[in-house]
């Protein structure tokens, strides 16, 4: 900026505010404030669970690793900053920033010990989200038991009424199934 002309300068002064603006926004202020903010989100998890530090309450890195699963597993559940749900990735760097707590002390990673519980979970949500659009959650097998557990039980039981619904649900789909709602205006249009 310096090697500009003084009049070039004044008259680049108000894009070149903007210019300032945008390289002070990526210069890694944001990502760096998102990590605080995450590693204060699991703080106040902390607290919301009586343990004041993790670091210290927490020594072992087994009960480290067991309580960020359960830290994961808050998350999944939609307790995030603001309050929704939020990607599998996301989830990923919620963990990774309250991993950091551990490692700013210079004790060990909670993924250190044997049994990972925080691996363990991030591998079932990724399972869950590779499914389309969570479509195939009723497996073959699952209808095939409940086709032969049906006729043993009375017709006014609530699971008769659930398995009908599966099996509407399953040759019907999920458009079809709105042919017996008659509140949407366009529907009663159809007819």
């Known amino acids: 900026m310096h090697v500009l002309p003084p009049k070039c300068r004044a008259s680049l002064h108000n894009v070149g505010c903007t210019v300032a603006g945008k390289v002070v926004r990526s210069k890694g202020t944001k990502p760096a404030k998102t990590c605080l903010a995450?590693?204060?989100h699991s703080l106040v998890f902390c607290q919301g669970t009586h343990i004041n530090d993790p670091c210290v309450d927490l020594p072992h890195p087994s009960s480290q690793n067991y309580f960020l699963a359960c830290y994961a597993i808050s998350l999944?559940?939609?307790k995030t900053i603001s309050s929704t749900t939020i990607q599998s990735s996301t989830v990923k760097?919620?963990?990774n920033a309250s991993c950091n707590l551990f490692t700013n002390k210079g004790l060990p990673l909670?993924?250190?010990c044997k049994a990972d519980f925080i691996n363990i979970i991030?591998?079932?949500l990724w399972n869950f989200k590779t499914i389309?659009?969570?479509l195939n959650t009723i497996t073959n097998k699952m209808t095939l038991w409940m086709t032969n557990h049906i006729p043993t039980l009375p017709p006014t039981y609530s699971f008769v009424a659930f398995f009908d619904w599966i099996v509407l649900s399953c040759?019907?789909?999920f458009r079809t199934l709105e042919w017996c709602q008659t509140s949407p205006p366009f529907l009663c249009n159809l007819q």
């Open 38 to 40: 995450r590693q204060e």
């Open 171 to 173: 040759y019907a789909g």
């Open 76 to 78: 999944i559940q939609g």
């Open 93 to 95: 760097n919620y963990v």
């Open 110 to 112: 909670p993924h250190s």
């Open 122 to 124: 991030m591998c079932k």
């Open 132 to 134: 389309p659009v969570q």
